[in-house]
Structure formats: C-alpha cells, structure tokens
C-alpha cells in the first residue's frame, strides 16, 4: 500500500507560480511511474505529467516548458513546480503512482494509489 498526500495549493493571479508537494508513505517502491492529474468543474481528469524512476518525465502540451515535475528519493516526495499560471490551470490536482511498465506511464486508467488533491485557482 502507499498513501500520498498532496498540499501547496492555493489561489495566485495569472502569471504567477505555485509549487505543488506530494508525500509518499507506505510501501514507496510500489510507484516506479508517478504521475500528476488534474480535474476541473464539470472536465474529466486530465493528466499533467508523470516521471518514471530512471527519472525520464512525459508532459501535456499545454503545460511544457511551464511545469516541472520532480522527486526527491530522499524525502519520499513529489513536487510539482509550476510557473507562468493560467486561468486554465485552475483545476484540483491530484498526484497518483502505481507499478508498470514505463510505457504504459502516461495512461491515467493504469495508476493504482492516488492522493486526496489540492486547489489550484488562477485568477485573471
């Protein structure tokens, strides 16, 4: 089993940054891919990115060169660093690991263990 708790949302206007903190606890070699999600009102869930344990990272379109996915082994901790906000950024998010091939990394419907989220809201 593995628990992850997400915190560092809040509200931020646009163009601003937000980092985002995932902790693992548990069984913290069952995630060799951990990913990010994120879901509006009234969207499906959506993925942000992911990165897999040899440390190679996959993004949405939409958010390269913006966000930044990371994870520090030591502290069991996954962060997301996010900058240059957009009003479609607002979203809960949500961090997820599960253990799979790397391939398979980017599919949401594959992920196992998921954390309770955090608000993200950016204002115009």
């Known amino acids: 089993q593995v628990q992850l708790v997400e915190s560092g949302g809040g509200s931020v206007q646009a163009g601003g940054s937000l980092r985002l903190s995932c902790a693992v606890s548990g069984d913290t070699h069952s995630g060799n891919c951990m990913g990010w999600f994120r879901q509006a009102p009234g969207k499906q869930r959506e993925g942000v990115a992911y990165i897999r344990s040899d440390g190679s990272t996959s993004y949405r379109d939409s958010v390269k060169d913006r966000f930044t996915i990371s994870k520090d082994a030591a502290e069991n901790t996954l962060y997301l660093q996010m900058n240059s906000l957009e009003p479609g950024d607002t979203a809960m998010y949500y961090c997820?690991?599960?253990?799979?091939?790397?391939?398979?990394?980017?599919?949401?419907?594959?992920?196992?263990?998921w954390g309770q989220g955090t608000q993200v809201t950016v204002s115009s």
């Open positions: 997820a690991a599960v253990s799979i091939r790397p391939a398979l990394c980017t599919i949401q419907q594959w992920y196992k263990y």
